[in-house]
Nanobody
Framework: VQLVQSGGGLVQPGGSLRLSCAASESIYTINKMGWYRQVPGRQRELVAEFIGHGMTRDSGSVKGRFRISRDNAKNTLYLQMDNLKFEDTGIYFC?????WGQGNQVTVCS
């Protein structure tokens, strides 16, 4: 499966962004998919993911601010990010099954 990400960019603290991850094939049968963030000098870390049966899991730092969703009809995974903070800055990658997206830069600055 090939993944193409869109969204991201520059935003002020408190702002919102939405990331999209479009798959080249149907994602209907794929249970596990998610979003990860990488910053310089640190390992890629989980932001939010679907873990099966429609259940999700996210990191404590984004709870209540970020929401992961999927549209099986469009073969697309989303990450809605609200109330963004400086520490949310990084490169965001989607992962569907074993495939990774190309990454999108998200920069939060005033």
């Amino acid at each position: 499966v090939q993944l193409v990400q869109s969204g991201g960019g520059l935003v002020q603290p408190g702002g919102s962004l939405r990331l999209s991850c479009a798959a080249s094939e149907s994602i209907y049968t794929i249970n596990k998919m998610g979003w990860y963030r990488q910053v310089p000098g640190r390992q890629r870390e989980l932001v939010a993911e679907f873990i099966g049966h429609g259940m999700t899991r996210d990191s404590g730092s984004v709870k209540g601010r970020f929401r992961i969703s999927r549209d099986n009809a469009k073969n697309t995974l989303y990450l809605q990010m609200d109330n963004l903070k400086f520490e949310d800055t990084g490169i965001y990658f989607c992962k569907i099954g074993v495939s990774w997206g190309q990454g999108n830069q998200v920069t939060v600055c005033s």
